[in-house]
């Protein structure tokens, strides 16, 4: 299944490259704007070497860990495409899993190179960590991250059970995200007395942890509980989901789909 996604993916590889290249070059942006600022102000809580590696990676790491189904979720509630897959003797879940996954096999190699460009840019800045326990707890992040992000997008997705249009509310958890997550503004520049709801909401655990983790911004109190949310925030996703499908599936085979 994640084969024939690639597949169809291939087909519109000149698309991904331009939509990679804007990904890389957000971040890079970014990363002069919030460089200037630490000029400016000395004392902030990353260093240059860290804000340097946060978003040489972020572009690498919002794609692996990204999402983008709840469209296609909504499209076939709506339009009563879903029932085919009813048939099927696998969860309907498994198709976007699949796309999902697809897509990211074609991206990687497109971004990757854009990415390690915009590290020789800054090369003397870049603090890749040395600790190979810093990579390993990354690449642990990597798929709780993905998960967490996922099926987000798969509830919101859900919603069209009971909901004509839900690319609004789709468009509020963007924005939210790109602010929430780290991707604008690096979580730990928040005030201080946003700290506790900044940890404790999702959108840290899509984007901004793994790349906590991985530039050493996090002390091992701050890692162990980021550690406990990244892990308890898909299970109650997904618990979420399989409710919204029990229920909405009732709504979906009233309605005649």
Same mark, same amino acid.
């Given at each position: 299944m994640v084969g024939s996604n690639v597949s169809m993916t291939l087909a519109y590889r000149g698309a991904f490259f331009v939509l990679m290249v804007a990904t890389v070059t957000a971040p890079l942006i970014s990363l002069l704007v919030w460089l200037t600022v630490a000029e400016q102000s000395p004392g902030l809580p990353l260093s240059r070497g860290q804000f340097v590696t946060y978003y040489v990676l972020l572009g690498v790491t919002s794609m692996l860990t990204g999402s983008w189904i709840a469209f296609y979720v909504a499209e076939d509630i709506r339009l009563g495409k879903l029932s085919p897959w009813l048939l099927l003797p696998a969860p309907v879940m498994l198709g976007a899993i699949a796309n999902n996954l697809g897509e990211k096999v074609v991206k990687l190699p497109l971004i990757l190179p854009l990415a390690a460009l915009t590290g020789l840019l800054f090369w003397s800045d870049l603090q890749l960590p040395t600790d190979p326990l810093a990579w390993a707890l990354y690449l642990f992040c990597l798929p709780l991250a993905a998960a967490t992000h996922f099926l987000l997008d798969y509830a919101i997705g859900s919603l069209a059970f009971w909901i004509?249009? *839900?690319m609004g509310l789709? /468009? *509020?958890?963007?924005?939210?995200?790109? +602010?929430?997550?780290?991707r604008y503004v690096p979580l730990v520049l928040f005030p201080a007395w946003a700290g506790g709801a900044l940890e404790a909401q999702p959108f840290r655990y899509t984007l901004s942890f793994p790349l906590e983790v991985l530039?050493?911004?996090?002390?091992?109190?701050?890692?162990? /509980?980021? +550690?406990?949310?990244?892990?308890l925030h898909p299970l109650v996703l997904a618990l979420l989901c399989r409710l919204m499908w029990r229920y909405g599936l009732r709504a979906y085979s009233a309605s005649g789909g």
């Amino acid at each position: 299944m994640v084969g024939s996604n690639v597949s169809m993916t291939l087909a519109y590889r000149g698309a991904f490259f331009v939509l990679m290249v804007a990904t890389v070059t957000a971040p890079l942006i970014s990363l002069l704007v919030w460089l200037t600022v630490a000029e400016q102000s000395p004392g902030l809580p990353l260093s240059r070497g860290q804000f340097v590696t946060y978003y040489v990676l972020l572009g690498v790491t919002s794609m692996l860990t990204g999402s983008w189904i709840a469209f296609y979720v909504a499209e076939d509630i709506r339009l009563g495409k879903l029932s085919p897959w009813l048939l099927l003797p696998a969860p309907v879940m498994l198709g976007a899993i699949a796309n999902n996954l697809g897509e990211k096999v074609v991206k990687l190699p497109l971004i990757l190179p854009l990415a390690a460009l915009t590290g020789l840019l800054f090369w003397s800045d870049l603090q890749l960590p040395t600790d190979p326990l810093a990579w390993a707890l990354y690449l642990f992040c990597l798929p709780l991250a993905a998960a967490t992000h996922f099926l987000l997008d798969y509830a919101i997705g859900s919603l069209a059970f009971w909901i004509h249009d *839900v690319m609004g509310l789709y /468009r *509020v958890k963007e924005l939210l995200s790109a +602010f929430l997550a780290g991707r604008y503004v690096p979580l730990v520049l928040f005030p201080a007395w946003a700290g506790g709801a900044l940890e404790a909401q999702p959108f840290r655990y899509t984007l901004s942890f793994p790349l906590e983790v991985l530039t050493g911004a996090l002390g091992p109190d701050a890692l162990a /509980r980021g +550690f406990a949310w990244q892990i308890l925030h898909p299970l109650v996703l997904a618990l979420l989901c399989r409710l919204m499908w029990r229920y909405g599936l009732r709504a979906y085979s009233a309605s005649g789909g």
